[in-house]
């Protein structure tokens, strides 16, 4: 292991691609930590050290921007923007034929699809720094707390004030979005999938210390070791897979022979990803939101249906709340797989270039055994998925920690997904430099 990080850095054009990418990691950190225009950042820091700082609405998008959202910074929105677009641009293609027919054009449809993508960050970027803006003036940043300062974060709060904070929040997902391709084009790895790594690991930390000082030195060897078993089982998992073996059939054009080869259809477990536990994260805040903002601020006592929502549906220690996340991240992953495989195509393409499943006629048949296999496949997926998602929810009944806790939901995923992919694309380019990879 040793000698094949040493190959890493004696190779000179894979030790540039990691230095770009260390350099523009080192940067993206940096800019989550200076503060927007018009931004008090004593109160922000108070509001930070008298609350746990994920106790708001925006925990999820907080925990994608590195910790940059709750300081109110230059890159406080993150990479949330251009997620929520792509997952939209992916949705879309089922609905508009056009997206599904710019999908099927090759690299000019996909760069077309790209460039679509763009536009709709910036305009989800302006719609959500709008509302961090507007939440921020509010005093409801950080939820429910009793620290004075969180009503003044912002030092002028005039329409001109407001937009510039708005215009500099929407620059800086810009920032974020050129960095990712940048990182894509000359780095190691994904650029974007490497962002939202560096941010979730920023706070790993943080929260361990967290659990030390709240709950001792014992608790956090038990939670560090249960941290390391839950990697251990989303390795597995993630590296698991059902292969459907497919042959081809020989062809002859003039002389030569085409065909005849043996190869499978690689289908996940887990062929939803994260996609499903960001969706039913979002849905479940929008009736905190609703509440939130129906909550009196002259000391009368709030509607039944407010008081209900706040018992039930914003803290997440509540059996209620895990239930109905856990419902949710099943059929949110049933979904998401119906809409990113489609067997009926599957079995197109390979009838038109005379392949076919031993055993299984080629067409109709075909696409209702991929159904099959693909319904009967994602059911353990979907499980897995819910109760990986539910363990910072168990922790924060259990152990006290806060929503963002590192071993579980969204960052286990997330962290363990994005480290093999890019481990993997090391060892690709070692093999082809040294015949011998990072991994044996």
């Known amino acids: 292991m040793f000698s094949a990080i040493a190959r890493i850095f004696r190779t000179p054009d894979l030790r540039r691609k990691i230095?770009?990418?260390?350099?523009?990691?080192?940067?993206?950190?940096?800019g989550t930590h200076v503060p927007a225009p018009f931004v008090s950042y004593p109160n922000v820091q108070a509001c930070l050290e008298g609350t746990s700082g994920t106790e708001g609405l925006l925990s999820l998008v907080n925990l994608f921007s590195g910790g940059g959202l709750l300081q109110l910074?230059?890159?406080?929105?993150?990479?949330?923007?251009?997620?929520?677009?792509?997952?939209?641009?992916?949705?879309?293609?089922?609905?508009?034929?056009?997206?599904?027919?710019?999908?099927?054009?090759?690299?000019?449809?996909?760069?077309?699809?790209?460039?679509?993508?763009?536009?709709?960050t910036i305009a989800l970027a302006l719609l959500q720094a709008t509302t961090l803006v507007t939440v921020a003036r509010s005093g409801q940043l950080f939820g429910t707390t009793s620290v004075a300062e969180c009503s003044n974060l912002l030092t002028d709060?005039?329409?001109?004030?407001?937009?510039?904070?708005?215009?500099?929040?929407?620059?800086?997902?810009?920032?974020?979005?050129?960095?990712?391709?940048?990182?894509?084009?000359?780095?190691?790895?994904?650029?974007?999938?490497?962002l939202i790594f560096t941010s979730i690991a920023a706070q790993f930390p943080g929260a361990m210390w967290s659990i030390w000082q709240a709950r001792g030195f014992e608790v956090f060897l038990l939670v560090l070791a249960v941290g390391v078993i839950l990697i251990a089982l989303v390795v597995f998992v993630e590296q698991s897979q059902r292969r459907i073996p497919v042959q081809y059939a020989k062809r002859m054009v003039g002389r030569r022979t085409y065909g005849g080869t043996n190869t499978y259809i690689p289908i996940k477990v887990n062929m939803a990803g994260v996609v499903p536990v960001i969706f039913s994260s979002s849905l479940l805040y929008i009736p905190s939101l609703i509440a939130q903002f129906n909550t009196p601020t002259d000391g009368s006592e709030p509607a039944a249906w407010v008081t209900w929502i706040s018992t039930y549906f914003t803290t997440g220690d509540h059996p209620i709340y895990m239930a109905a996340y856990f419902l949710l991240i099943?059929?949110?992953?049933?979904?998401?797989?119906?809409?990113?495989f489609n067997p009926v195509d599957q079995a197109d393409n390979m009838k038109r270039y005379g392949g076919f499943i031993p055993g299984i006629r080629a067409g109709r048949q075909t696409a209702e055994y991929l159904d099959y296999v693909l319904t009967r496949i994602?059911?353990?997926?979907?499980?897995?998925?819910?109760?990986?998602?539910?363990?910072?929810?168990?922790a924060l009944a259990t152990v006290q920690a806060n929503q963002n806790f590192p071993f579980g939901g969204t960052s286990l995923?997330?962290?363990?997904?994005?480290?093999?992919?890019?481990?993997?694309?090391?060892?690709?380019?070692l093999q082809q430099r040294h015949y011998e990879g990072l991994l044996r």
Do not use: C
Not at 413 to 429: N, S
């Open 19 to 30: 230095g770009f990418t260390l350099g523009i990691i080192a940067i993206y950190r940096f």
């Open 73 to 120: 910074s230059i890159l406080a929105l993150g990479v949330m923007p251009y997620i929520t677009a792509t997952i939209i641009t992916q949705l879309l293609r089922v609905v508009i034929p056009h997206f599904e027919a710019l999908q099927k054009e090759g690299q000019a449809g996909q760069a077309k699809l790209t460039q679509y993508t763009r536009y709709l």
């Open 157 to 194: 709060t005039s329409w001109i004030s407001q937009a510039m904070i708005v215009i500099t929040l929407t620059a800086g997902t810009s920032l974020v979005m050129w960095m990712a391709e940048l990182l894509t084009e000359r780095g190691v790895g994904n650029g974007m999938s490497l």
């Open 330 to 340: 099943i059929g949110f992953t049933y979904f998401y797989v119906a809409i990113t």
């Open 378 to 394: 994602t059911f353990p997926g979907s499980i897995y998925l819910g109760l990986v998602a539910l363990v910072p929810l168990v």
């Open 413 to 429: 995923l997330i962290m363990v997904g994005v480290g093999l992919e890019t481990v993997k694309q090391i060892d690709a380019q």
